[in-house]
């Protein structure tokens, strides 16, 4: 499998509680594809913004395990999908910025979600819970 992104590979600390990391989710990715199924199978898909989709895919949607990358700003999301959206654990990374790990439901951050590097947060439908 050939990846459409290049990054230099760096070791993040481990959080205190275990979260797939990004070697894992893409680990995961690769097993999925060797899994082909009638429902899903694993694509290829570029977008016509030069944005890239690598993953499983259900009704022409990113749904089950994926990588997104955005041509926009070289942003990418490493996780769960369901219907087009960022569902289940992921992790946002974002140039120059440190990697957001945690739990999304429909495209927002909900639950427990840390930076690389930094303290647990707590989110409730994409808002900071104090």
Known sequence: MSWFFASKKTETPKPEQE????????????????????DQECVTRLYYDGSLYQGMMK?????????????????RYVGEWENGL???????????????FGHWEN??????AWYDKGPKMMYEKGKLVL
Not at 19 to 38: G, N
Not at 63 to 68: D, E, L, V, W
Not at 86 to 100: M, R, S, T
Request: glycine share 10%.
């Open 86 to 100: 960022f569902h289940g654990e992921g992790v946002f990374y974002k140039p120059y910025y440190p990697a957001l």
């Open 19 to 38: 979260t797939p990391s990004y070697d894992d989710l893409v680990k995961r990715i690769e097993e999925l594809e060797q899994q082909h199924s009638k």
């Open 59 to 75: 009704e022409d949607k990113p749904h089950g395990k994926g990588i997104f990358c955005y041509a926009h700003d070289g942003s």
């Open 107 to 112: 495209h927002i951050l909900h639950g427990e």
